[in-house]
């Protein structure tokens, strides 16, 4: 069992950056594909990037390209995601997840592991 623990998050205002990470433990990070989700008060579930086992290829949701960027940290069992140009839109829990059948997932309900989520408040 991966149990998978989000940090990072915090208040910035629009246009800072922040980097979150999210670490692994129970597993070997590396032989999953991790993803990073979103959600904002009264909305669903969102996706906002993966970075795929095996291999080290990276998907975005549009709404985040060229924003925000998702890699495998200089630990094994470490994956962040850099944030850059925030916007008061990106507002939101993030949460980090993984996926035991490799390549790049969107869909939440290919996902295995969840962490509890950290909290990324942008003001304007």
């Known amino acids: 069992q991966v149990q998978v623990v989000e940090s990072g998050g915090g208040l910035v205002q629009a246009g800072g950056s922040l980097r979150l990470s999210c670490k692994g433990s129970?597993?070997?990070?590396?032989?999953?594909?991790i993803g990073w989700f979103r959600q904002a008060p009264g909305k669903e579930r969102a996706f906002v990037a993966a970075?795929?086992?095996?291999?080290?290829?990276?998907t975005y949701a549009d709404s985040v390209k060229g924003r925000f960027t998702i890699s495998r940290g200089y630990t094994e069992n470490t994956v962040l995601l850099q944030m850059n140009m925030l916007e008061p839109g990106d507002t939101a829990v993030y949460y980090c997840?993984?996926?035991?059948?490799?390549?790049?997932?969107?869909?939440?309900?290919?996902?295995?592991?969840w962490g509890q989520g950290t909290q990324v408040t942008v003001s304007s």
């Open positions: 997840t993984a996926s035991r059948r490799g390549g790049l997932i969107t869909s939440p309900p290919l996902y295995d592991f």
């Open positions: 129970g597993g070997t990070f590396s032989l999953y594909t």
């Open positions: 970075i795929a086992y095996p291999g080290r290829a990276t």
